[in-house]
T-cell receptor, first 108, second 114 residues
C-alpha cells in the first residue's frame, strides 16, 4: 500500500505555527516524501519534499523521523492564505499516491 | 513559464457523447500525468507518460477512457462514450524525473456529464 495516513482536519490561529503530521509506516528506503497543498478550485501545488534529512524552503519545513515512518510539515506562521487541503505523498516507482489529505482551517 | 495549461476549464456534456480533455505540459518536462479528483475517491492517478510513451495506464477506469501524447507539448484524455459517473475534475501534471522534482499541476477541467 503506497498511501499515507493524515488527520482529516486541523485548525490553527493566524500567525501561529502549524505542525501537520503524516504516517507512512511502509515506506521503502528510496521513496521520497512529498507535500502538496490544494486551494479551492485549483490544482495541487508543490510545497516541499525530502528523503531522509529535514528540509527547509521559503514555504515550509519538513521534519522526517529517523526511521522515516512519519514526517511533519511545519508552517512557521500560518496565514489565512494557508487554508487548504495538505497532502502528504509517498513517491513510489514514478507514481505519486495521494491520500485524503488534511484540511487546514486558519482562524483570524 | 506559463505552467501546465489545460483546456477547457469546464465541460458539460450529455451522456453518450465523446469528451476530449487537453493538456500542454511545461516545456522540457518529460513526464506527464493525468489525475481524476472526486469527493468520494479523492485524487486518482489514471495514466502517466515518459517521453511521450504511456508507461502505466493501470488507473484508467475502463476501455471508454483513452489517453495519447503525440508530441512533447500536447496530451489528450478522451472519454467515449461518457457517462454521468465520469463527472469529476481532471488534472494534468508534468515534471522532470519525478523522484526528486515536484509535480506541476494545471488548474484542471471540471467535467459534468448529464
Amino acid at each position: 500500500d503506497a498511501k499515507t495516513t493524515q488527520p482529516n482536519s486541523m485548525e490553527s490561529n493566524e500567525e501561529e505555527p502549524v505542525h501537520l503530521p503524516c504516517n507512512h509506516s511502509t515506506i521503502s528506503g528510496t521513496d521520497y516524501i512529498h507535500w502538496y497543498r490544494q486551494l479551492p478550485s485549483q490544482g495541487p501545488e508543490y510545497v516541499i519534499h525530502g528523503l531522509t534529512s529535514n528540509v527547509n524552503n521559503r514555504m515550509a519545513s519538513l521534519a522526517i523521523a529517523e526511521d522515516r515512518k512519519s514526517s511533519t510539515l511545519i508552517l512557521h506562521r500560518a496565514t489565512l492564505r494557508d487554508a487548504a487541503v495538505y497532502y502528504c505523498i509517498r513517491y513510489n516507482f514514478n507514481k505519486f499516491y495521494f491520500g485524503s489529505g488534511t484540511k487546514l482551517n486558519v482562524k483570524p | 513559464d506559463a505552467g501546465v495549461i489545460q483546456s477547457p476549464r469546464h465541460e458539460v456534456t450529455e451522456m453518450g457523447q465523446e469528451v476530449t480533455l487537453r493538456c500542454k505540459p511545461i516545456s522540457g518536462h518529460d513526464y506527464l500525468f493525468w489525475y481524476r479528483q472526486t469527493m468520494m475517491r479523492g485524487l486518482e492517478l489514471l495514466i502517466y507518460f515518459n517521453n511521450n510513451v504511456p508507461i502505466d495506464d493501470s488507473g484508467m477506469p475502463e476501455d471508454r477512457f483513452s489517453a495519447k501524447m503525440p508530441n512533447a507539448s500536447f496530451s489528450t484524455l478522451k472519454i467515449q462514450p461518457s457517462e454521468p459517473r465520469d463527472s469529476a475534475v481532471y488534472f494534468c501534471a508534468s515534471s522532470h524525473p519525478p523522484s526528486d522534482s515536484p509535480l506541476h499541476f494545471g488548474n484542471g477541467t471540471r467535467l459534468t456529464v448529464t
